[in-house]
């Protein structure tokens, strides 16, 4: 039983943890039609791109920073009835943006979100913010620059991360919005190898130097790179709830969770877009036992690793690793 583990989560993007009851309060509340994306209380999608789809019609339902607050707090306090410690938002300014909030205005509503979960529960909570790479190479060295010039206006920044749509462009367009966001001393992830094999994660340690990849799980395609991934002790972000409903791989039993651990390489557990592929980070860590097979001992070592690879400061780290 993993219900009374302490958990934490690296890897979960706030749009993508909205529950559909609160999509619908949220369409209600601004007037906006949901049958081609919500049905039966269900996110309706089919593959990624219809996914990211329906993500950004319900990232269009929150419109101001209350309806953000709200949104965050609602994730945060789920998460901490299950017994999560930490958690790390990815955060798009993109979707604050396409409804005229500026990344400003986003962010402090997601902060004000946070600070009311820790006030009520004590859930630790920072943020990371995302450079959609379908918005294309210039959008996310913006979306860096922009970061890096306010980052003493948001405490709770602590990371900068690339998601969306792997197939499209190559690493080496973004490097550069990495090093600025690597100058200003954020913490760096990347998604790669979910979509795209290893060559994927291969040009992020080589381009981008990340001490985390956003789910890498791909890398298993090459013994080499999981060898690679081992001496450096890159942490893994694995979300086996999301790589099965976007069919990244056919079953949990061709999932390559227990190889990467059997390979030494560190991994955490993650939901990613929760309600989108009907998880939950307590799913997750149901699922770690029940369907891989992981011992006490070693789901209890996914979460340390999870905090010692959280983008915190060394107080916060030791603190929470004193609860795990
Ligand atoms: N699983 C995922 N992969 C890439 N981009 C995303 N944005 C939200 N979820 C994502
Ligand atoms: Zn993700």
Request: charged share 25%.
């Given at each position: 039983?993993?219900?009374?583990?302490?958990?934490?989560?690296?890897?979960?993007?706030?749009?993508?943890?909205?529950?559909?009851?609160?999509?619908?309060?949220?369409?209600?509340?601004?007037?906006?039609?949901?049958?081609?994306?919500?049905?039966?209380?269900?996110?309706?999608?089919?593959?990624?791109?219809?996914?990211?789809?329906?993500?950004?019609?319900?990232?269009?339902?929150?419109?101001?920073?209350?309806?953000?607050?709200?949104?965050?707090?609602?994730?945060?306090?789920?998460?901490?009835?299950?017994?999560?410690?930490?958690?790390?938002?990815?955060?798009?300014?993109?979707?604050?943006?396409?409804?005229?909030?500026?990344?400003?205005?986003?962010?402090?509503?997601?902060?004000?979100?946070?600070?009311?979960?820790?006030?009520?529960?004590?859930?630790?909570?920072?943020?990371?913010?995302?450079?959609?790479?379908?918005?294309?190479?210039?959008?996310?060295?913006?979306?860096?620059?922009?970061?890096?010039?306010?980052?003493?206006?948001?405490?709770?920044?602590?990371?900068?991360?690339?998601?969306?749509?792997?197939?499209?462009?190559?690493?080496?367009?973004?490097?550069?919005?990495?090093?600025?966001?690597?100058?200003?001393?954020?913490?760096?992830?990347?998604?790669?190898?979910?979509?795209?094999?290893?060559?994927?994660?291969?040009?992020?340690?080589?381009?981008?130097?990340?001490?985390?990849?956003?789910?890498?799980?791909?890398a298993i395609e090459d013994a080499d790179l999981v060898k690679r991934l081992a001496d450096l002790g890159t942490v893994l972000e694995v979300c086996p709830g999301s790589n099965i409903a976007l069919k990244v791989f056919p079953d949990y039993a061709s999932h390559p969770l227990c190889r990467f651990i059997e390979a030494g390489v560190r991994v955490t557990l993650n939901s990613d877009d929760p309600p989108?592929?009907?998880?939950?980070?307590?799913?997750?860590?149901?699922?770690?036992?029940?369907?891989?097979?992981?011992?006490?001992?070693?789901?209890?070592?996914?979460?340390?690793?999870?905090?010692?690879?959280?983008?915190?400061?060394?107080?916060?780290?030791?603190?929470?690793?004193?609860?795990?």
């Amino acid at each position: 039983m993993t219900k009374s583990l302490p958990k934490a989560e690296l890897h979960c993007h706030i749009e993508g943890a909205a529950p559909p009851s609160l999509a619908l309060e949220q369409a209600r509340k601004y007037n906006v039609e949901t049958g081609h994306f919500i049905r039966d209380g269900i996110y309706v999608w089919d593959d990624f791109t219809s996914f990211i789809a329906a993500y950004d019609l319900v990232a269009d339902l929150f419109r101001t920073p209350e309806d953000y607050a709200h949104l965050a707090e609602t994730y945060l306090l789920e998460l901490a009835a299950e017994n999560t410690i930490y958690s790390e938002l990815f955060v798009s300014p993109d979707h604050g943006e396409a409804v005229g909030l500026s990344a400003d205005a986003y962010l402090d509503g997601i902060a004000a979100g946070m600070i009311a979960a820790k006030e009520k529960t004590g859930i630790e909570s920072r943020m990371v913010i995302i450079g959609e790479r379908h918005l294309g190479p210039e959008n996310v060295l913006r979306r860096a620059t922009e970061t890096a010039k306010h980052l003493h206006r948001h405490p709770l920044v602590t990371g900068f991360n690339m998601a969306g749509e792997e197939r499209m462009n190559r690493v080496a367009d973004y490097a550069r919005a990495f090093d600025i966001a690597r100058d200003a001393g954020l913490g760096l992830t990347i998604h790669a190898g979910e979509l795209v094999g290893p060559q994927s994660v291969i040009d992020a340690l080589d381009l981008v130097r990340p001490s985390r990849i956003g789910h890498g799980v791909r890398a298993i395609e090459d013994a080499d790179l999981v060898k690679r991934l081992a001496d450096l002790g890159t942490v893994l972000e694995v979300c086996p709830g999301s790589n099965i409903a976007l069919k990244v791989f056919p079953d949990y039993a061709s999932h390559p969770l227990c190889r990467f651990i059997e390979a030494g390489v560190r991994v955490t557990l993650n939901s990613d877009d929760p309600p989108f592929f009907h998880t939950t980070l307590a799913m997750e860590y149901e699922r770690a036992e029940t369907v891989f097979g992981l011992s006490h001992d070693q789901i209890v070592a996914t979460t340390r690793t999870a905090i010692e690879a959280a983008f915190i400061d060394s107080d916060t780290r030791t603190r929470l690793l004193a609860l795990v």
